[in-house]
């Protein structure tokens, strides 16, 4: 099955600002990744080309990296999923940036069920939920977007099981 998964929101900030923030992504000060609800991402070398990591069951490798830009990984698991994701920042004019994070791969048919039952609804909510950090690293009002029912029971049943956190 051919995958194509993309989220973009507008923050009133110029890339710079927004950029700056990135920067801590992955890191023991990560201000975008929203690790208090879901598994942490992290990267046995760091965020480099090459660097191998991920977060929970989901593995990928680093394979274009552009400082404040653009950082772009190729999965390794689950099995079946073939193909890259990308977290990009785009200015837009003066003080405004775009964020986007993107998914393009083909799935064996395994992995397609997996993907459309149960993967899709968990990493569509935690990218919203990591662009609400992002958004609200910047505003006063504070933005929760809320989950669905499936993500609800979801989260509910994974949380009863032990996430993978060594990196390979």
């Given at each position: 099955?051919?995958?194509?998964?993309?989220?973009?929101?507008?923050?009133?900030?110029?890339?710079?600002?927004?950029?700056?923030?990135?920067?801590?992504?992955?890191?023991?000060?990560?201000?975008?990744?929203?690790?208090?609800?879901w598994?942490?991402?992290?990267?046995?070398?760091?965020?480099?080309?090459?660097?191998?990591?991920?977060?929970?069951?989901?593995?990928?490798?680093?394979?274009?990296?552009?400082?404040?830009?653009?950082?772009?990984?190729?999965?390794?698991?689950?099995?079946?999923?073939?193909?890259?994701?990308?977290?990009?920042?785009?200015?837009?004019?003066?003080?405004?940036?775009?964020?986007?994070?993107?998914?393009t791969?083909?799935?064996?048919?395994?992995?397609?069920?997996?993907?459309?039952?149960?993967?899709?609804?968990?990493?569509?909510?935690?990218?919203?939920?990591?662009?609400?950090?992002?958004?609200?690293?910047?505003?006063?009002?504070?933005?929760?977007?809320?989950?669905?029912?499936?993500?609800?029971?979801?989260?509910?049943?994974?949380?009863?099981?032990?996430?993978?956190?060594?990196?390979?």
């Amino acid at each position: 099955m051919q995958v194509i998964n993309s989220h973009k929101r507008i923050i009133h900030q110029p890339k710079e600002k927004v950029s700056e923030l990135f920067k801590t992504l992955a890191t023991t000060e990560d201000q975008v990744w929203p690790y208090n609800n879901w598994p942490a991402m992290r990267f046995k070398n760091g965020l480099r080309v090459g660097s191998r990591g991920g977060h929970g069951r989901i593995r990928y490798t680093i394979i274009e990296f552009q400082s404040g830009s653009r950082i772009k990984f190729e999965f390794t698991k689950p099995e079946g999923f073939n193909g890259t994701h990308e977290l990009s920042i785009k200015g837009i004019s003066d003080n405004t940036s775009e964020i986007a994070h993107s998914i393009t791969m083909h799935t064996t048919i395994k992995a397609s069920f997996l993907w459309v039952f149960v993967i899709r609804w968990l990493h569509d909510a935690l990218i919203e939920d990591a662009f609400d950090n992002v958004e609200n690293y910047f505003s006063e009002e504070k933005k929760k977007t809320k989950y669905n029912l499936l993500v609800s029971l979801l989260r509910a049943f994974y949380k009863r099981k032990p996430f993978q956190t060594k990196l390979v």
